[in-house]
């Protein structure tokens, strides 16, 4: 008898106090689908208390109307600005706070473990991270933001650091899921030159 997976919703979120970009996915087995992706553009507000006030407004709105089981947020980096780090983590705050007052559990990834989970390497560029995200997920590009994509990734990574494929089929390296999951990563996105 094959064991039936529960289906899970992931919402991930890349807080930013210009940007704040999300990812909604889906997970009801070995191959998570994408539900939604977007961003919140903070630049017509001018008061950072304001941009507070919208971030948590419409990440408690994207849980109302998706549901979701899990949130998986981005945590700050450390960098040479303290004050743009406080910020960050203010808006990291708000997204929390959000997700809280639905109760849902909250999972915080570094941005290296982000990276490593979705291209195998911790260094790569938001460009790759994207694109890697749209092979995975199979989406075509369209007119969103860099940060969009790093909310979805910040979901996937999740799915990835907590999902068991139900056909056991677990890897040590980006190189071994390739050979065992060749599949996954023949298919090119619609309307896709590449």
């Known amino acids: 008898m094959k064991k039936v997976l529960q289906e899970r919703i992931i919402l ?8 704040t970009g999300y990812g909604v996915i889906r997970s009801a087995g070995s191959d998570p689908e994408l ?42 980096f450390y960098g040479k600005n303290v004050q743009s780090m406080l910020k960050l983590g203010r808006a990291q705050g708000a997204a929390i706070a959000a997700a809280l007052s639905r109760s849902l559990p909250i999972f915080e990834y570094a941005p290296r473990k982000i990276k490593m989970s979705i291209t195998g390497q911790g260094g790569a560029s938001k460009e790759q991270v ?37 056909n056991g089929k677990t890897c040590n390296s980006w190189k071994e899921f390739i ?8 298919k090119k996105p619609e309307g896709s030159d590449s």
């Open 12 to 19: 991930g979120i890349d807080p930013g106090t210009t940007v």
């Open 179 to 186: 050979r065992k999951n060749p599949a996954r990563l023949k």
């Open 35 to 76: 539900i939604a992706i977007g961003a919140i553009d903070l630049t017509r507000f001018d008061d950072h208390y304001a941009k507070l006030k919208a971030i948590y407004d419409r990440i408690l709105g994207i849980i109302d109307e998706y549901h979701p089981d899990e949130l998986a947020i981005e945590a700050p």
């Open 130 to 166: 994207a694109a890697m995200l749209m092979r995975i997920l199979r989406f075509r590009e369209t007119d969103m933001k860099l940060d969009a994509t790093d909310g979805l990734a910040a979901a996937l990574c999740h799915y990835f650091q907590s999902a068991r494929p139900a």
